[in-house]
């Protein structure tokens, strides 16, 4: 079940500073499809990284298909980066195809840079859904959040690892 087991807690501003005291960048890849799903994930996303103390970019892409390449284009200037798309399944094997290639595409992405991204990409059977883990007023989750807290939980991790 969606939502369940999901931990608990927000973040707090020692999960927004590096080190050295500055502050972690996160880069938000966003796609432009389901305007008002979407919506929902980029606020949810920029309020955990403005509860975090973090600084955030916003890069907006075409679709979800277009966010492998646009994370990997971002990596070098950021300490994490956070995934937003959007898919519904349709009556075609789209769906199946843009999923995998996006789950696929950002895990290389993150092994292959180093990076941490945080994967906010939901994959929904009907609209409905979406809607329901965007974190809009009504919504029961705020995937959005989620995605950009583990980002920056992990960027924490990864810092700690390498020094």
């Known amino acids: ?21 500055s502050p972690v960048v996160v880069t938000v890849v966003a796609a432009s499809w389901h305007d008002t799903i ?3 994930l980029l606020n949810g996303a920029l309020r955990a990284v403005a509860d975090a103390g973090a600084v955030a970019r916003v890069v907006r892409v075409p679709g979800t298909f277009e966010l492998p390449v646009a994370a990997q284009a ?11 798309g959007v898919v519904v399944r349709g009556g075609t094997p789209h769906f199946d195809y843009v999923c995998q290639a996006a789950v696929q595409g950002l895990t290389r992405v ?6 941490p991204i945080g994967f906010g990409v939901l994959t929904c059977d009907t609209q409905e859904q979406g809607l329901d883990r965007a974190g809009l007023p009504g919504s029961r989750e705020d995937k959005g959040y989620e995605a950009a807290s583990a980002a920056l939980t992990m960027a924490g991790v990864v810092a700690g690892a390498q020094g």
């Open 1 to 21: 079940m969606a939502g369940s087991g999901a931990p608990e807690g927000r973040l707090d501003a020692s999960h927004g500073r590096r080190d050295d005291g």
């Open 38 to 40: 979407m919506g929902g």
């Open 74 to 84: 971002v990596c070098a200037a950021s300490d994490a980066v956070v995934a937003l």
């Open 110 to 115: 993150a092994l292959d840079e180093r990076t």
